[in-house]
């Protein structure tokens, strides 16, 4: 079998997380890397044995032959990072959000149409043990029509990176909804069976990053940029209602006052869901004319892992459906900029 070649835009610490599953594989050869950061640029080169090293990725792109791309990069990034590697004839996976706006979605995915290439895209929650079990539960019905659903992920403190790209929106694109929420919207929609989301209405907060000199935290992800800007969300809550009448509420934070942890509800007339942090899973209906709940029990894997394999195994077999594609990137990214219009102009809004 042809080993496929990978190159990276990007080379911090999310790149080497996908570097490592790409390298333990034997059909791909990790063969180049770009970053505008020299040290970050050969730390990860040395650690994973890459030879090309470029400190531009459109040079990278046009010089390396390579068969797909891994963009790693912050997220006013991925739009450029992306189609230069479509122009280039690469497939690509681009990590969360796709974009930083919906018009920048549309235009990844058409050039990718266009060409024949593979674009997905790092929500790789999808692809964990038990939404996977979730999903197969909903094939078979069990749960019947999917009328409501709703999704919280609290942080305590976790506000990453301070004063950093972290919390810039000129460069992140948002706070804790575009960083965290991004992966809690699209597994609850995934698992909703993607209706059609038509009409958004929300609020977002800012009440601990805004006074950096008062945050208090345990731990950062990400290193910390005093005097840096924070002009991003710190918690984020919205209504979400689609086309088949189904609706949805989403909660996430990066700090506030309540316990850490997260849950996601799927209600159906036929049966439920409710999933507590990323393992407890429970399937709730009626069972011989009683009120039942099963505990379903099933494998761990890891979940960017499973991802690389579907990836790949796409671009190797043109029939294969992707699971994460530029489509339901579109969907979510409109999502994304929907919740946030809303909160910025206090009324609902009305998606295409």
């Not at 890397?33 to 040395?46: Q, Y």
């Not at 006074?211 to 969300?233: C, H, T």
């Not at 999502?335 to 295409?352: F, K, Q």
Request: glycine letters at 10%; hydrophobic letters at 40%.
């Amino acid at each position: 079998m042809k080993k496929l070649r990978c190159g990276f835009v990007g080379g911090g610490g999310i790149m080497r997380v996908h570097a490592k599953i790409a390298y333990d594989r034997e059909d791909v050869d990790l063969a180049a890397v770009a970053d505008v950061v020299e040290p970050a640029l050969n730390k990860s080169a040395d650690m994973f044995n890459i030879p090309g090293r470029y400190s531009d990725y459109k040079e990278m792109v046009a010089e390396e032959n390579l068969d797909f791309v891994i963009v790693c990069v912050p997220n006013a990034f991925h739009y450029g990072g992306t189609m230069a590697a479509l122009q280039a004839g690469c497939h690509v996976l681009c990590e969360k959000p796709p974009a930083i706006n919906v018009g920048q979605a549309k235009e990844m995915a058409a050039e990718a149409d266009k060409r024949g290439l593979r674009l997905a895209f790092g929500l790789h929650q999808r692809f964990s043990s038990e939404v996977e079990t979730v999903h197969h539960y909903l094939a078979e019905g069990r749960l019947g029509q999917v009328y409501h659903a709703s999704v919280e992920m609290y942080r305590r403190r976790g506000i990453p990176g301070l004063g950093s790209w972290f919390t810039t929106k000129a460069v992140a694109g948002g706070g804790a909804l575009i960083d965290v929420g991004v992966h809690e919207l699209d597994k609850v929609h995934y698992l909703m069976g993607q209706p059609k989301p038509v009409a958004v209405s929300a609020a977002t907060h800012a009440r601990f990053g805004s006074d950096p000199e008062r945050y208090n935290y345990l731990s950062m992800w990400g290193a910390r940029v005093p005097g840096g800007p924070f002009d991003v969300d710190d918690l984020s809550a919205a209504f979400i209602r689609f086309e088949n009448g189904a609706s949805l509420t989403l909660q996430v934070s990066w700090a506030a006052n309540t316990p850490q942890g997260s849950s996601l509800r799927v209600l159906g007339d036929k049966g439920g869901i409710y999933i507590e942090g990323n393992r407890e899973l429970t399937l709730l209906g009626e069972d011989n004319g009683f009120i039942a709940d099963i505990k379903p029990m099933f494998r761990q894997q890891d979940a960017k892992t499973v991802q690389m394999a579907q990836f790949i195994d796409c671009i190797r077999n043109p029939e294969q459906k992707l699971r994460m594609d530029a489509r339901q990137g579109i969907i979510l990214q409109s999502m994304l900029d929907a919740i946030y219009e809303s909160a910025a102009t206090g009324r609902e809004v009305v998606l295409e």
